[in-house]
T-cell receptor
Framework: EAGVTQFPSHSVIEKGQTVTLRCDPISGHDNLYWYRRVMGKEIKFLLHFVKESKQDESGMPNNRFLAERTGGTYSTLKVQPAELEDSGVYFC??????????FGPGTRLTVL | AQSVTQPDIHITVSEGASLELRCNYSYGATPYLFWYVQSPGQGLQLLLKYFSGDTLVQGIKGFEAEFKRSQSSFNLRKPSVHWSDAAEYFCAVGPEGPGDDKIIFGKGTRLHILP
């Protein structure tokens, strides 16, 4: 069974540009989560989808971040416009039910 | 509010030596506790988890952790480390319950192995 996949693995953009990160959860997992780790800090929750609905987006830092999950399958996280402080590793996780979340390899975003 | 403290940012041990990584948590009820590992260039891999029952939990790669409610701790141990254990280790707590499924992570402990 394939795990959670994320694309791209690395992205380097300039301040002010737009970047879209993609996450493909484990097939059949209704719950999808986005987390972020900025340099030197802990991994922090961004938001949680149940199927295509946003269950909890309390961790989204500001309105430059837009997450979507059309059709309840894969999810995208768009940052527009990107700022220097958005640099970090963005993790996606999925689960079929409560408790254990399966994480993807992450996307390392560098904003110059 | 939930929180997790990993007091050691870096730890260095010799190959073959024993290891203990510390984790303290703050949580209102009986917590769900996790240890994840991130090896260089890899994603987060679950080492072990505690939900209930036996307070000594066995995980993958020879790791174990002990839940001590009186000390609010969930320390990770391994009797003999291997060079391949060099990685960053994250203690985590959560989720809190229906409607709040997020996991709260500590800042991580980076483990260095001396040959």
């Amino acid at each position: 069974e394939a795990g959670v996949t994320q694309f791209p693995s690395h992205s380097v953009i300039e301040k002010g540009q737009t970047v879209t990160l993609r996450c493909d959860p484990i097939s059949g997992h209704d719950n999808l989560y986005w987390y972020r780790r900025v340099m030197g800090k802990e991994i922090k929750f961004l938001l949680h989808f149940v199927k295509e609905s946003k269950q909890d987006e309390s961790g989204m830092p500001n309105n430059r971040f837009l997450a979507e999950r059309t059709g309840g399958t894969y999810s995208t996280l768009k940052v527009q416009p990107a700022e220097l402080e958005d640099s970090g590793v963005y993790f996606c996780a999925s689960t079929a039910g409560p408790n254990e979340q399966f994480f993807g390899p992450g996307t390392r975003l560098t904003v110059l | 509010a939930q929180s997790v403290t990993q007091p050691d940012i870096h730890i260095t041990v010799s190959e073959g030596a024993s290891l203990e990584l510390r984790c303290n948590y703050s949580y209102g009820a009986t917590p769900y506790l996790f240890w994840y590992v991130q090896s260089p260039g890899q994603g987060l891999q679950l080492l072990l988890k505690y939900f209930s029952g036996d307070t000594l939990v066995q995980g993958i790669k020879g790791f174990e952790a002990e839940f001590k409610r009186s000390q609010s701790s969930f320390n990770l141990r391994k009797p003999s480390v291997h060079w391949s254990d060099a990685a960053e280790y994250f203690c985590a707590v959560g989720p809190e319950g229906p409607g709040d499924d997020k996991i709260i992570f500590g800042k991580g402990t980076r483990l260095h192995i001396l040959p």
